[in-house]
């Protein structure tokens, strides 16, 4: 019977234009699934470059790429801009800004937010680097403060203006911190010849032992040593406790008058309304199965940084981490072909290829499985990694070319005010 | 005597890093002249090429360099980012945001901005194209429209949405639409298949019997082929008389139902305040002497957009244009200089190096003083004159290679929706 073709497809939504959405989505390249891809933004970016954009070695364009254009070639792949608010389980449908959508199979790939702990009641005073308007307003934030710096007159001023204060000392605090040095080196003197640089302190505050202790000691210690020779003050075993705008005040009481804090402190999941409560776990994550599917819930799963499978192993879940969305979403593609067969679905196992961050120029820290190295060598397998990992994005040449005459000449290409920046918060 | 050599070097403070003052600047260079160089954005920009921003074939950086970058090997050029308030010409200085400034010459180079005429009351409600952000935000208005229009139910909502009106049969105008029919045609079925789109039309309205009326009648004529080509509606001797958020109205009574009216029908000059009043013309525009010096004052000078040097030949002044800008600027800065030497100075002679405009690609029209030309050849030549204006920007290169690819791909790579834009107006 002809009929038999035009069966409904099963329709699966995915939430999340992240690594995990994108690559989940992907892999359902000409399967018998329809499935509808939903996004508040219109773009999918390349997160761990997100500090190129905040220091101006990067534009948006190079590390964000329109989600419909990843998907032309896609006939069963549609993509909505829309947020969504909540899942109602029952009825199989979400509620979204756009109205309501239903779905035969839900994946929540919501991804993480930042998480600003006890700075909460202050962080509209706070910089962050969670996304690319967090990321332009963190580089207006910094020129803006350059400028006024060379007209305010008294000397306090001109400190808390040039002062920089990142709190966190993971991936993302440790690059920025890196970035940020080489700018105050390298290009600063060059465009603000006025400006006395022996008055801009970079400070970075890590609560625990270690920076960047989610690497091996081997990677923290050589990073600690880089940070140090880039001329960042790096305090370890130091909590950030309170901030009124002007001075960000430390557990042990001391003081660092600043008017830029970069928080880099931590993050949490971010899961849409109407999950069960005792589905959500540590960290507001989703507690998964090993089929990534969300317990106590039929036909809902969840990867990424708002998925945890809690093990032996790993009582926290996984890290989060691009591979491990990766990894999973290609998993789940396949898993939810068998299960619409009626087949049964495969476990989902985590390969660690290894971990690897870059502190300024020529200067990196590489964890794989077999193998920790650091310093030039380091740098360009991280070069190389990423350049390959920006597969799919228009200006993957563009970003090349522009690191490259980075490396050679020394200098961020970019400064433009385009949008001023103000924080939406009063000093006390 | 050795104290002879410290003598203070006279103080010229230009207001404006446009064409005129950023040429003018330049053109002091190692001069005995201390340069101080205003503007409230700490970049130039490339103002022909604004309408590649707003739909997306170029990248802010690609026409948009920091000040400050330009001058870094000029010793005798300081930059201040201020906003000017304006002159207090007795006491020789500026009132500007960042307190006051003392001038000993003062150079008026503040440009020109959309003039509304009749639409002034509702000038929130429409987009335009005079800065980089203005831009920014209309190309984030008409990608977050399409995908609006495809979640919207009522037919005539999505025609709203879909509609794009242009006001102004100019440079600007006739641009920005040979940009968006190929946009229309070539980019956005590819990325909203799901889009009908014979519901979306893009009008032109030209209140003069022909477009681009600053050219020749044949590069008229010709444009008005290409625009209709290439699907536009042109509207000639059509004045647009009002818009209510939802619907413009002509001067006949016609109605066009459209969320995206953009305003490209006019600009006027942005002199600063305290300028004496009988020394303001036409357009506001400054009047000036063939020396570029404003009428009833000493000292004071304006270029570009903002002055006029009204003769029998040129009633209403030179016209706005970028080579008018800068000629004036590198005159001046001769002048200034016999000037402060006790020396007479020499008179203006602007040199027409003729006009061209391009409508999309492939098709542009030149008028050179004695040979006018449309076509491909013409867009050659079109193109060829403006990567060479790049120069001195960073990413030269960076466009002509963003060009090409365009050029051969007949694909628009940009549509990051990277801060949504909503008009601050509430439709009646």
């Keep these: 019977m002809k009929m038999k073709h035009k069966k409904k497809l099963p329709k699966i939504v995915i939430i999340g234009a992240g690594f995990g959405g994108i690559t989940l989505a992907k892999s359902f390249k000409k399967k018998p699934i329809d499935v509808l891809l939903i996004d508040q933004n219109n773009y999918h970016n390349f997160q761990p470059l997100m500090y190129q954009i905040a220091t101006g070695g990067l534009e948006p364009d190079s590390i964000a790429y329109p989600v419909r254009r990843i998907f ?7 993509f909505r801009m829309a947020k969504v608010n909540r899942v109602e389980i029952e009825k199989k449908k979400l509620r979204t800004s756009i109205g309501n959508i239903a779905y035969d199979y839900l994946v929540i790939a919501t991804g993480s937010k930042n998480n600003f702990f006890n700075f909460e009641p202050v962080k509209d005073a706070l910089l962050s680097l969670k996304s690319i308007p967090d990321a332009l307003n963190l580089r207006s934030f910094i020129f803006q403060n350059l400028e006024r710096s060379l007209v305010v007159k008294r000397s306090g001023e001109k ?15 440790v690059e920025l911190a890196g970035a940020l040095a080489e700018m105050k080196r390298y290009v600063i003197p060059k465009d603000f010849p006025e400006l006395d640089l022996s008055k801009m302190h970079i400070n970075l505050y890590q609560s625990s032992p270690n920076v960047l202790d989610v690497m091996s000691e081997e990677a923290s210690a050589k990073t600690l040593i880089y940070l140090k020779k880039l001329g960042i003050n790096v305090y370890l075993n130091t909590r950030a406790n309170s901030y009124n705008g002007s001075v960000l005040t430390l557990a042990d009481g001391t003081t660092f008058p600043t008017d830029t804090v ?21 960290g507001n994550r989703i507690a998964v199965s090993k089929y990534n599917q ?14 945890a499978h809690i093990t032996k192993e790993n009582p926290k ?10 990894q999973q979403g290609k998993l789940l593609a396949k898993n939810l072909v068998l299960l619409t067969q009626g ?14 961050a870059t502190i300024g120029r020529k200067k990196a820290v590489v964890d794989l499985p077999h193998w920790k190295f650091q310093g030039a060598f380091a740098w360009l397998v991280w070069m190389f990694v990423h350049i390959l990992s920006l597969v799919g994005f228009r200006n993957k040449a563009v970003a090349f070319v522009g690191w490259m005459a980075n490396y ?7 400064g433009l005010i385009l949008r001023p920046y103000y924080r939406n918060y009063k000093k006390k």
């Design 294 to 307: 969300v317990l106590h819930t039929e036909n809902i799963f969840a990867i990424g940084d708002v998925a």
């Design 343 to 356: 087949k049964s679905m495969e476990e989902f196992v985590y390969k660690d290829n290894g971990v690897m």
């Design 408 to 414: 050679f000449t020394y200098d961020r290409p970019l």
């Design 262 to 282: 970069i928080w880099t402190a931590g993050v949490k999941a971010a899961p849409i309304g109407g999950i069960p409560a005792n589905s959500i776990v540590a």
């Design 72 to 78: 032309r070639r896609y006939k069963n792949v549609r």
């Design 317 to 326: 879940g996984l890290p989060m981490l691009a591979p491990v969305a990766q």
């Design 159 to 173: 400190t808390l203006l040039m002062n920089i204060a990142i709190v966190g000392g993971g991936p993302a605090g």
